[in-house]
């Protein structure tokens, strides 16, 4: 199995703020990773896909980047509506997740 | 917009099998990729596999044993079965449509739980 170490576990930031999440592989995943958001009480959403592309409907402050083992989602301009949790998974072999992180407003 | 919604049991017994139904509306299971995936207590997320277009399967190799992943096509449903449990397989259970290995829509989530 392809082990995703994800970090941080949980983070604190401020309206307006950038915010960056990374997930780590144990071998190159030749950018087969999605990120996804899920909000308590709700179901996951899809947000990226092949690491950087945005998945329809999803807002442009949210973007994704990395190649090899090391990956990252950004969210530009923190709104109130992103408190929630996010994970990421590979895709390159039988599909695997990060443990996610936890972000909450400051 | 697709829309999909798990039910079942939300309570089995030890070494007795997980039966779950999956039903779609808004699109065809006979096109795209059709999932299960289940969180543990504690959020860690498994992927278990999938049935797709031409009904077809793939499943998590930790699972192949145990797992099996039907459907109709007739109803627009798909089915999740797990044989012997065990309190570890106690989680939120959502099945989801995807492209192959990325779940673009998502139930809402059953949760079942493994005790005598």
């Known amino acids: 199995d392809i082990q995703m170490t994800q970090s941080p576990a949980s983070l604190s930031a401020s309206l307006g703020e950038t915010v960056t999440i990374e997930c780590r592989a144990s071998?190159?995943?030749?950018?087969?990773l999605a990120w996804y958001q899920q909000k308590p009480g709700k179901s996951p959403q899809l947000l990226i896909y092949?690491?950087?592309s945005l998945h329809t409907g999803v807002p442009s402050r949210f973007s994704g980047s990395g190649s090899g083992t090391q990956y990252s989602l950004k969210i530009n301009s923190l709104q109130s509506e992103d408190v929630a949790s996010y994970f990421c998974q590979q895709y390159y072999d039988y599909p695997t997740f990060g443990a996610g992180t936890k972000l909450e407003l400051k | 917009e697709v829309q999909l919604q798990e039910s079942g049991p939300g309570l089995v017994k030890p070494s007795q099998s997980l039966s779950l139904t999956c039903s779609v509306t808004g699109y065809s299971i006979t096109s795209n990729y059709w999932g299960w995936i289940r969180k543990f207590p504690g959020n860690k997320m498994e992927w278990m596999g999938y049935i797709s277009y031409s009904g077809s399967t793939s499943y998590n190799p930790s699972l192949k044993s145990r797992i099996s992943i039907t459907r109709d096509t007739s109803k627009n449903q798909f089915f999740l079965q797990l044989n012997s449990v065990t309190t570890e397989d106690t989680a939120t259970y959502y099945c989801?449509?995807?492209?192959?290995?990325?779940?673009?829509?998502w139930g809402q989530g059953a949760s079942v739980t493994v005790s005598s």
């Open positions: 092949n690491a950087n």
């Open positions: 989801a449509s995807s492209y192959r290995y990325v779940m673009d829509a």
């Open positions: 071998e190159d995943i030749y950018n087969g």
